[in-house]
């Protein structure tokens, strides 16, 4: 699937080469880039859904709209759908937020 991000700085922390030190720890970067990774890896939306160990779930209120995965206990990945009138095309990946 295709994954794209909404900031640069959503980009470098995947990538790793951020300009400045990250507030996250390494092994939070780490789990973000092996849960991007999956993002990627999978052929479509319902395929991502059946790792029932990311926890998808729509958000809503002020996200409606919008999805989080796990990466961790504490933080989430907030993304949205890229879609056409036909169908899913890729996921924006939106912010990595601590839920707590």
Not at 11 to 40: A, H, P, T
Not at 56 to 80: D, Q, T, W
Request: hydrophobic fraction near 40%.
């Amino acid at each position: 699937m295709t994954v794209e991000f909404i900031t640069e700085e959503l980009l470098s922390l995947y990538v790793g080469n951020q300009k400045s030190k990250s507030q996250f720890q390494e092994s939070v970067l780490k789990q973000y880039r092996k849960v991007i990774d999956l993002m990627i890896s999978v052929d479509n939306f319902n395929d991502l859904r059946k790792f029932k160990s990311l926890n998808i779930h729509s958000l809503n209120k002020e996200l409606s709209g919008k999805f989080a995965v796990r990466v961790n206990m504490k933080y989430r990945i907030v993304f949205s759908l890229i879609e056409n009138d036909i169908q899913i095309e890729g996921i924006l990946v939106e912010d990595l937020t601590d839920y707590h």
